[in-house]
């Protein structure tokens, strides 16, 4: 991503904090969340690729979310609705790229020390490796997940078996929003047929499942939280619900499925390209990221099942997260005890209801918004409340947990994923000061693992999370219920994954 680009594509609001964008057709025009302020950020580039998707074939809605920013062929911060075909772009390379929260038991003071911090970030970091390639040879005190129980991860997710294997609490696959992904036709053994057709073609396979429980470079992170709950009756009582405690204690995590999500990515990003080279089949907007595949064809059918391989990859990488953190947490303040209050994707196609009929949703850097009630969320935890949302901003200016309101129905019940770049990563290290940034840090008392903070995630180089946030409450999506303070953040300067 470069500097923004001025647009020539005009916007039209129809509300304080919404507009549509017409597409130059007969077809729907796309519905954009954002309020005027946050719609300047979106540049000619966010926009073309905008345009260029909702006219690809059978694609029937498509929605720009405040973060929206150039991606891979689909713009980052959008949601993309085709009941007929599905399409790698619009879910990127970092497969189920995803956020979770773990809620301690320890009140703030817990971590007011610097010394106790500084503990804690050292015992996550001897559990939890950051940066490509990483995995448990570069952590001390990892769990070691062998070939078989790595195959085991990727076909079963965090089923009960997997999570006792690798000593994750077995209840906290009932707080994931998916816990396990199926193949094509709904059944785990086309996963393992696919698996095993694949492994001859990953290279260091026992190297990439070795990744497990750990981040990646980039805009991947773990940060300590201080929770501070929305001083209103409804705000307190979703609190008690999701397990958040006002005043306590929670750890969020950003990354996703690692090496072996980019490999699956890459490949069928390969692989689709070649087939519309050989039969000669037009681009949408003459992108070669915006290759798709019918459903129900083999080429379909091939990357339904990739995008579960990874996808439970990263749900059980999360959860093992959590688990290794709260071992950390453990050992520097014995006697924690922590629940995971949610884990939540950004980068997945799923199969959901819209308009009556059955569609492959695909969020891509934009996350799932149910509201209470509705029907998704029966015999869950959350049939009411409607479900935790989580959006982190950046550091500073602190994280949300959010929950959907009816309004959601607007954007095919999906909000933004969190702040979303405004300065792409060149960009960025050529107008931000280092300096000026870890002073920044020493300032608010938020400490790092880095010697320098990754000044490419610098907060400078993300929109104003206020306004994100203004435009999700003031559009009707969603409603804030807890700000999250950082106390200190796991980073990593590589490139990020996703």
């Known amino acids: 991503m470069s500097d923004v680009i001025p647009s020539k594509h005009e916007m039209i609001a129809n509300g304080e904090a919404t507009a549509i964008l017409p597409t130059g057709g007969k077809h729907k025009p796309i519905t954009v969340i954002g309020t005027e302020a946050i719609r300047g950020t979106f540049d000619e580039l966010c926009l073309q690729q905008a345009i260029n998707s909702r006219k690809a074939p059978g694609v029937t809605d498509l929605v720009l979310n405040p973060d929206a920013h150039c991606g891979y062929g689909a713009p980052v911060g959008c949601v993309m609705v085709s009941p007929t075909h599905v399409y790698p772009g619009p879910v990127g390379v970092d497969i189920k790229c995803s956020m979770s929260l773990l809620q301690t038991s320890l009140p703030a003071d817990a971590v007011s020390d610097k010394q106790t911090r500084r503990a804690l970030i050292d015992a996550i970091c001897e559990r939890t490796p950051t940066g490509a390639g990483r995995g448990q040879r570069n952590a001390p005190k990892s769990r070691h997940v062998s070939e078989a129980l790595g195959k085991r991860v990727l076909v079963e997710g965090a089923s009960k078996g997997v999570c006792e294997a690798l000593g994750i609490p077995v209840e906290w696959a009932s707080r994931c929003e998916d816990f396990a992904h199926v193949g094509h036709d709904d059944s785990t053994a086309a996963l393992a047929l696919r698996l095993e057709q694949l492994l001859p073609s990953i290279w260091k396979f026992d190297a990439k499942v070795s990744q497990l429980g750990s981040y990646g470079g980039g805009n991947h992170f773990g940060e300590c939280e201080v929770v501070e709950v929305v001083d209103d009756a409804r705000s307190r009582s979703v609190a008690e619900t999701f397990g958040l405690v006002d005043g306590g204690v929670a750890f969020l995590s950003h990354c996703g499925s690692r090496g072996i999500g980019h490999h699956l990515a890459s490949g069928q990003f390969r692989a689709l390209q070649t087939k519309f080279t050989q039969w000669n089949i037009p681009l949408p907007g003459q992108d070669r990221e915006l290759v798709y595949a019918p459903l129900g064809t083999p080429e379909a059918n091939a990357y339904l099942d990739d995008m579960a391989l990874g996808a439970n990859f990263a749900t059980v990488n999360h959860l093992l997260i959590n688990a290794l953190v709260l071992d950390a947490f453990q ?168």
């Not at 918004?369 to 200016?397: M, S, Y």
Request: glycine share 10%; aromatic share 8%.
């Open 331 to 498: 050992e520097i303040i014995p006697g924690t005890t922590g629940q995971l209050v949610y884990f939540i994707s950004h980068n997945i196609a799923r199969k959901e209801i819209v308009d009556n009929q059955p569609a492959w949703v695909h969020r891509k850097g934009a996350t799932r918004a149910f509201p209470g009630g509705h029907f998704a969320l029966r015999g869950t935890p959350f049939a009411e409340t409607g479900h935790p949302i989580l959006l982190p901003g950046n550091p500073q200016a602190g994280s949300a947990v959010m929950v959907a309101d009816a309004g959601a129905a607007i954007s095919c019940y999906s909000v933004n994923h969190g702040a979303g770049r405004q300065l792409g990563r060149k960009a960025a290290k050529r107008a931000i000061d280092q300096q000026q940034v870890d002073q920044s840090f020493l300032d608010a008392d938020i400490l790092s693992n880095c010697r320098k903070y990754p000044i490419d995630e610098a907060p400078g180089a993300y929109k104003d999370f206020d306004e994100v946030l203004r435009s999700v409450k003031t559009a009707g999506l969603a409603s804030e219920v807890a700000r999250l303070k950082a106390r200190f953040v796991i980073k990593d300067g590589d490139q990020a994954d996703d």
